[in-house]
Structure formats: C-alpha cells, structure tokens
C-alpha cells in the first residue's frame, strides 16, 4: 500500500470579495516550522460549500479535477453571474504520495493520462505562442500522442507571436497549425457583452479563449496551458495588494482570480471534455511546482521560467507577453475594461467590481 497524506490550502473573499483574511482547511501534519504559520492563521475558517444535488459535477465531462473546489457567495462552482456575487474561495485537497516529484516526469505523466481520458477523440491544444503550451506539446510528441495547435487571431494585435513562435513551432513538430480569427467590432459589441452577462468577468482575455474554444470543433478534445502558478501583471498586483497576507506568510501565498477557474465552467455547460487548466490538474505536477528550487516567488509575483527551461532545455526562452504589453494593446485593454464597467452599470449589477479574487495559502501542499 502506498504511503499517502491528504493536503488542501483554501483562499476566501469576504464579505464584499475583500479579502478579510486567509484560512487552511483540513490541517495536515506538516514540518514544525509550517504549522506554526498555518497555527496563526486560522483565527477564521470556512467551511467548504456542499455541491448542489440537483447540479451535475463538471467532472463528468472530464474538465475539473476531483480535488479542486470554489466557490462564489457560498454557491458551489458557481460563477459570479450565478450567485450575483464576488465573495471568491478556492481550496484543493488531493491526496499525494510521499515522494520527491519531478516537473518534466510529472508533465509526461499527466500526457499519457489526458491520452487515455480523450477517448479516441483529436486533441485541440491552444497555443498563443508561450512555453506553457510547448511544454505540453514536447511532451506528447515525445510519447507520440497526435495532437493539433489552435491560435486566436486577435484582429492582428498577436500576429509577432503567430509569426515567430506559432507557425515556427507548429513546422517543428510537424503538426497542423489552425488559426481561429475574431473581428474587433464582433468581439467588443456582440460576443463581450454576452460573455460577461454569463460568466461576470472583468478582463478580455479568458472571453477571448472561450471564444476559441467555442470554435474548436465539438469533436476535439480540448487541452490549454493554463493553470501554472505563474504570477504576473497589474491585475495580479491589484489582488495581491487588497488581498495581502501577514509578512510571515508571503512566501507559502499565491493570488488567483475567478479566471483561475472560469473554463471549467465554461466546459460544464458546453458540456465540452477537455483539459483545461493543464498545471493544476494533478497533485504532482502542483507539488513538483511548489517543491522546485528553481521558482522565483516574490509576493504577489511568481516566475517559474527558471523551472520550464531547467526541466525543458529545448524550450527557446523568451519574455513573458500577452495582447495588452504594447501602448496601444494597453490602451486598448483599459477601453475594453470601462465597457465592461459601464455594461456593468446599464445592467444594474451593484454586486459586480474588477479585480476581485482571493489569496491563498498554499502551505497545506507541501508535504511533510
């Protein structure tokens, strides 16, 4: 029998979806140190939200995992639209065996199960031109999965990536490279607001990549690069910032936000199997994440370039960016951003403000 031991972290959103304070959920036993920090931090704990009997689990369309939970107002895997509220928690609780786990194993192992999981079905992997996605896609080349690349054309703001990574990269491993196109004006007026009415989020992006994935067809199995504890940007900091922990536990601390979780909603009612946030979908590949010297964690940024190209040398490094790095890409962002808030207004949702989130602890994860 395998030597086994239960870990769960929890991050909460009080009240008004600021954060009041973060609380730890089922206490493992941990090295002294640890639990000392995890002994001042459970002044407040929550319970976790009981799943609805009458909603069917999004795992039946093999979308979130077992051990992955939020909630949103207290409604289980809910969304923000759902429960009319921004009062955010997230927590895991898988269960590990006691091993040292390494990241490039754990990114095969995680392959060959999404290989059995997919059922015959064609892999749709999303790729905007980062190494999250190649590392996927080095992996299941290596194991001889078949698979096919999907990029979004954002009305030509991405097109240095399609032409310098996406299209090199899809030659190099000799798989079909489909572009999925999406016009300003369709995007900003007619799919924008519809999203946001469904889901409630505040930034373009994961609209964006719904977008896509509605365009995959329905006889693909999705997978993305999402999901890695990898944190960075303004919105990152504005979470970290009102949701900031005590100093003594910045380290063991990431932020996340509803985007961290928003797909699998998205997959439930599309009823659309797939994986979707590829890097928290195992405890292993989470653990080798957290157990790696090679992460740069400085609250409430984490980079974990250091550990992709240390496990995956054949990865051509290169700067983290997405649509919204350049002066007009932000400036852009910021007008997409106040029509989010003012359709926010028209529709009279007083519940509803950007960069909601929570901070979780991630101390419970480690093993002891």
């Known amino acids: ?29 941990l090295p002294e140190k640890i639990q000392g920090l995890i002994r001042n931090n459970i002044d407040q704990p929550k319970n976790i939200p009981a799943s609805p009997v009458s909603q069917p689990s999004a795992s039946a369309y093999h979308t979130t995992p077992t051990f992955l939970h939020w909630s949103f107002g207290n409604n289980y895997r809910s969304n923000p639209m759902q429960a009319q509220s921004l009062d955010f928690q997230v927590w895991f609780s898988p269960t590990a065996e006691r091993k040292s786990y ?21 892999i749709a992997l999303c790729y905007s031109g980062g190494e999250s996605s190649e590392v996927i896609a080095i992996a299941m080349k290596e194991l001889g999965i078949p698979f096919e690349l999907y990029f979004l054309d954002t009305w030509l703001f991405n097109q240095h990536s399609r032409k310098a990574y996406a299209e090199p990269f899809a030659k190099k491993m000799g798989v079909p490279l489909h572009v999925v196109s999406i016009s300003e004006n369709f995007f900003e007026f007619e799919f924008l607001p519809k999203d946001f009415l469904e889901f409630g989020l505040d930034h373009p992006t994961p609209m964006l990549l719904r977008y896509l994935y509605s365009a995959i067809p329905s006889t693909h199995f999705i ?136 901070t979780a602890n991630l101390a419970g994860l480690y093993l002891a």
Request: proline share 5%; with cysteine.
């Open 223 to 358: 997978v993305t690069g999402s999901g890695n504890l990898e944190r960075s940007g303004k919105k990152n900091e504005k979470i970290g910032k009102i949701h900031a922990p005590e100093e003594s536990m910045k380290r063991l601390s990431w932020t996340f936000s509803p985007s961290n979780v928003t797909f699998y909603d998205w997959a439930e009612k599309n009823q659309r199997p797939g994986e979707y946030y590829f890097y928290q979908s195992s405890p292993g590949l989470l653990l080798s994440v957290l157990e790696s010297p090679f992460i740069n964690h400085n609250f409430p940024d984490v980079n974990l370039k250091g550990l992709i190209y240390s496990a995956f040398p054949e990865i051509q490094p290169r700067s983290k960016s997405t649509n919204w790095d350049t002066a007009e890409g932000a400036e852009r962002l910021y007008e997409l951003r106040e029509h989010i808030i003012a359709f926010a207004k028209k529709n009279q949702l007083g519940f509803w403000h950007l960069s909601s989130g929570c």
């Open 102 to 122: 390494n990241f490039r194993n754990e990114v095969f192992e995680k392959c060959k199960e999404i290989d059995q999981k997919r059922g015959g079905k064609p």
């Open 1 to 29: 029998m395998k030597n086994v031991t239960r870990r769960s972290f929890l991050g909460t959103a009080i009240g008004t979806g600021i954060l009041g304070s973060t609380a730890i959920a089922g206490l493992p036993i």
